[in-house]
């Protein structure tokens, strides 16, 4: 179709009136000129509906839809069916863009030999977001995904399965998510919707393309409301861990090293919720039920990355035995991953980092 958008970029706005100004003035600033972008207000109680309906008022390429509340995933997956554009961009609306975000991956995308399903990029961590001390980092898998060679399948970049799932880092083939029969899980609230797409889309294509520039803001969540979201929805990260298995069980996916690196996101969602929660018996036994899924227990034991009292953990609940510890190989990954910190987050946020540990 002559007048068919290149990008319908998705936004599912839910009581996000602080930050929606310069979500959406990001958007429509985007060098890539074609685009449709598909606000969806999900029964917003504040000014977010006002907003919306203003910058649609002075730019056609806005649509509103206003619906009642029914949470990121079905919100998402209404945008979906009314997309016309030959990509998929999805942004929350707490955070920004910058300007030549899909250009720029359009642009890498079409110089690739191949057709590609999904350009994927890093993000900027936006921490201590609205305050005197925010700062801009790189996120985690930045300067880490190497494929070898473009496109490629995710199995040969690990990374991108291993971190923040980032969805909205990334645009897909409209076709691709279509064939696929690729939604969103329709999850009540925000809900982390975002981990089991992430699984059916890295993991349903050989045609990943990665460009190794940040363009996405992620205003993260602060301490406060880490640990809130913690103490309110202790079983949401094992939940959404038990609905990324679902999927690779549902595509048959046996490969070892997504497997692997399913099985330590387990360990991480077991970490961060414990910092919270400490070492509940309602979370541990959450846990020894989430192990129980790991039906490849060399994927655990021989994992470099996971430390000796994790490795312990798993096969205390498994009855079988652990690895003999070596604290000293586990010392030099942690000083390999502290420098990898420095490199790629400044020395401030390393430090911050080591005085957690």
Known sequence: MADQPLVSVIVPIYNAE?????CLESIEAQTCRSLEIICLNDGSTDQSLAIMRRHAAADDRIIVIDKQNQGYGATCNRGLDVARGAWIAIVEPDDWIEPDMYRAMLTFANRLKKPIDIVKTPYWRIINPDTKQQRKINCSYRRRVKPGEQPFAVNMAPHLLRHHPSIWSAIYRASFLEDRHIRFHEIPGAGW?????LIDTLCQTDRIAYL???FYCYREETEEKSRASALNNTMMPFDRWDDMM????RLGIEDATILQEQYQRAFTYYGGTIEHTGERADVLARMEAVMGRMTRPELVLGNPNLSPAQKELFADSLGIEAPARSNAVWARKLVGEAAYTLRNAGLAYT???IRKI
């Open 212 to 214: 190794d520039e940040p």
């Open 246 to 249: 679902d999927v690779l069980e």
């Open 18 to 22: 602080p930050f929606l100004e310069q």
């Open 351 to 353: 430090l911050n980092m």
């Open 193 to 197: 919707a975002d981990n089991p797409f």
